[in-house]
T-cell receptor, first 113, second 111 residues
């Protein structure tokens, strides 16, 4: 089955630690995205990538980093510079030149202890 | 800048009722609009995607309409069921690289 796999589903981090969230897709989509969701708010874009080895900052990129070494993978690192990292993180993908329809993974919940 | 607003924030209806969820957007130069469903603690599931050239899309008991000139989209759910209880989000594109999301409407269908 094609889809987007995010791991881990739950993650706990101590202050000052970097953590990496995994996102893998087998939909053969060119574009991938990372969103952050806080309670009662809409999703906010952290980073996106339209093609391998290229990515762009979204609205709230500070304290985060990404890489896109393979088409299938778009990991997100939450660094110690992110002041309020506790949130629900969602990875998505789409075909830029197609309908533009977004498909999402199941999300990763990060809690800072 | 694209801003997306969803009203109401929460809605509770008895089972079997037909209902309408509203989505408004500020930048009408969109190429599509997408409706999603989100269950608690889960990711977003795509329900309907309306292209800018279309006025509506239907899937089962769901019907989504798009009026670009007024900056509005509606999601109509017919004969609601308790299993429809979830948060519904709409999203409209911005700058071809981003989708702007509303905060969602939390729907509760009571048996």
């Amino acid at each position: 089955d094609g889809g987007i796999t995010q791991s881990p589903k739950y993650l706990f981090r101590k202050e000052g630690q970097n953590v990496t969230l995994s996102c893998e897709q087998n939909l053969n989509h060119d574009a991938m995205y990372w969103y952050r969701q806080d309670p009662g708010q809409g999703l906010r874009l952290i980073y996106y990538s339209q093609i391998v080895n290229d990515f762009q900052k979204g609205d709230i990129a500070e304290g985060y980093s990404v890489s896109r070494e393979k088409k299938e993978s778009f990991p997100l690192t939450v660094t110690s510079a992110q002041k309020n990292p506790t949130a629900f993180y969602l990875c998505a993908s789409s075909i830029p030149s197609g309908t533009g329809e977004l498909f999402f993974g199941e999300g990763s919940r990060l809690t800072v202890l | 800048k694209q801003e997306v607003t969803q009203i109401p924030a929460a809605l509770s209806v008895p089972e079997g009722e037909n209902l309408v969820l509203n989505c408004s957007f500020t930048d009408s130069a969109i190429y599509n609009l997408q409706w999603f469903r989100q269950d608690p603690g889960k990711g977003l599931t795509s329900l309907l995607l309306i292209q800018s050239s279309q006025r509506e899309q239907t899937s089962g008991r769901l019907n989504a309409s798009l009026d670009k000139s007024s900056g509005r989209s509606t999601l109509y759910i017919a004969a609601s069921q308790p299993g429809d209880s979830a948060t519904y989000l709409c999203a409209a594109p911005y700058n071809n690289n981003d989708m702007r999301f509303g905060a969602g409407t939390r729907l509760t269908v009571k048996p």
